[in-house]
């Protein structure tokens, strides 16, 4: 691990992700991601690696499902309208089980929308708009530093499990500068050796080899289909066991549980820390895996709370997991902005306690 130095979260992602194997990147313009491609036009190429700027975001993942599928470590970045685009190739890549690692860096609003940070994309990151049955896994980190630990990781967990895996910043987390410890490159897969390390790969013929092997998503005959879509939600129920991930602060011993993730989960801390010198004893759940969503963490939650809030940069949309976590043991209320507004830890401080005063708390 090296030395902290000062970054741009945008540019850790990607210096992260080039320390990860990342060797191809295909991409395009679209704000607040923009250092992203601009660092990897710079810098891949230097490193060994490929950088093409796509025509559109539909031709950047199917781009990137073509060097997948030879074998190639991909690292590919949008924004909301533009992760929109590619979540057909999503499908195309988990049905096929090609690697990819793809970081959004999320706007505001529907549409267009705005520029400013927004989670109104968790629906688009957890469900997905892609056809059929899939999952990707997502990973939502709330500092530049874990963004960077992330993507670095999700290089290898990709070709571990032969999945794309989502990273879920916003525009706060793009834009913002923070003190970062990048970890030690990975050891250089050179393209002759990639068969060992993925058997599965497009690589051709080889002087050993004995047959070619074939990438495909397309299985006509229904059987094979359905063999091959329970195959892959084994792989899942595996990923569930393995990579639920949540961050809990004094949840047992809380008159009202805060959730959030991200951006939001920072200034909540701020919050529970301006609440507890009000004598209210608030806690946290923080998901860092908004799927698999971890709620075995609501569990902890005791019988002295109250009331437990979603804290949110949209109308409500984890609110629907946290409901499911709570499993009707206590009123779950909805703390949300919207728009690219952001709530200071004194209006969720405040919020909070009116929220509990209604529930019958201090």
Sequence with gaps: ????????????FAEAAIRGGCRYYFGYPITPQNEIP?????VLPQRGGHFIQAESEICAINMAYGAGAAGGRVFITSS???????????SFLCSAEVPTVILTVSRCGPG?????????????????????????????PSSVQEGADLVFEAMELADKYQNPILIFTDGLLGQMMEPVALPDPVPEVKSTDI???????????????????TVISLRLQPETLEKHVQKLFTKYDEIEKTLTRVETVDVEDAEVVIVAFGTVARIAKEAIEMLAEQGIKAGLIRPISLWPFPYAAFDKITSKTKVV????????QMIQDVQLGVKNRFPVELLSRTGGMI????EIAERTKKILQEKGGN
């Design 1 to 12: 691990m090296s030395t902290k130095v000062l970054m741009k979260g945008n540019e850790a």
């Design 38 to 42: 601009e660092y990897m036009s710079r």
């Design 80 to 90: 909301s309208p533009g992760i929109a685009l590619m979540q057909e190739g999503m």
């Design 112 to 140: 267009i929308g705005g520029i400013q940070p927004g989670q109104a994309d968790y629906f688009q990151a957890t469900r997905g708009g892609g056809n059929g049955d899939y999952k990707v896994p997502v990973f939502a």
């Design 195 to 213: 068969r060992k390390h993925k058997p599965w790969a497009l690589t051709g013929y080889g002087a050993d080899d004995s047959k070619r092997n």
């Design 309 to 316: 809030i979603s804290a949110e940069l949209s109308m409500g």
């Design 343 to 346: 709530p200071t830890s004194l």
